[in-house]
């Protein structure tokens, strides 16, 4: 063997280890190291309780608004702008001056305008305080400064597949909203108390896979075929 083909054997490249948080020796008293990537939880797992749901921008809603601002701020100052210049006012402002003296507070017109300014008002706070976005549910973080959300049709695709794996399960529906996941079953064979229990097992590992950062509460119905 030539001095080249020792040096080479020499130097191989030991694997990369990492030490346990806790400092505790391993199997082979090497001071508990174990191989880089090899049982390491998820970056963010301990905060999923904190994650909050994804916030919509409200475009259309502020859009809206804005321009209907717009246009009233200007058609308002133009008014003024012609009024300063001794020109007549526009017929809008004086019939709308006229209305505002002449009718009482309870007429049906004063109701009817007042109650859609309040219905328009709530419908403004409500989309401000609200996230919006209801379909897509917030997924654990698998790394800091990173946020993933499931859609609800997606998640529900996916039990749906599981459940029809499961033997005895002939048609499946199911329902997935912020807090539940609904499942409708038709077995066609089976004892229905075996189905429901083997639905509960699948379908509760199913939703465990999915990831999400609030664990939904999973209902299961089975039942038999209508008869025809």
Known sequence: MSDEDAERSDTRRLPTLDKTPDGAEGPDGTGGATPSGAGTPAAGTADHDRVRRFRSARRVPAALVALVLLAAAGLLLYDVAAVRANRPAMTWRR?????????????PWVLGAAALAVVLGIWLVVSAVTPGLRQLL?????????????????????LRDRAMEVAGVQSVRVAVSRRKAKTHAVSHFRELDEVRADLD???????????????????????RPKKR
């Open 138 to 158: 917030p997924m654990r973080p698998a790394a800091p400064d990173t946020r993933a959300g499931l859609d609800r049709a997606a998640a529900a695709l996916v």
């Open 201 to 223: 097992t699948s379908l509760g590992e199913g939703l465990r896979q999915l990831g999400l950062a609030h664990e939904l509460r999973l209902t299961v119905d089975v039942r």
């Open 95 to 107: 019939w709308l001056a006229r209305e505002l003296g002449t009718r009482h507070l309870d007429n």
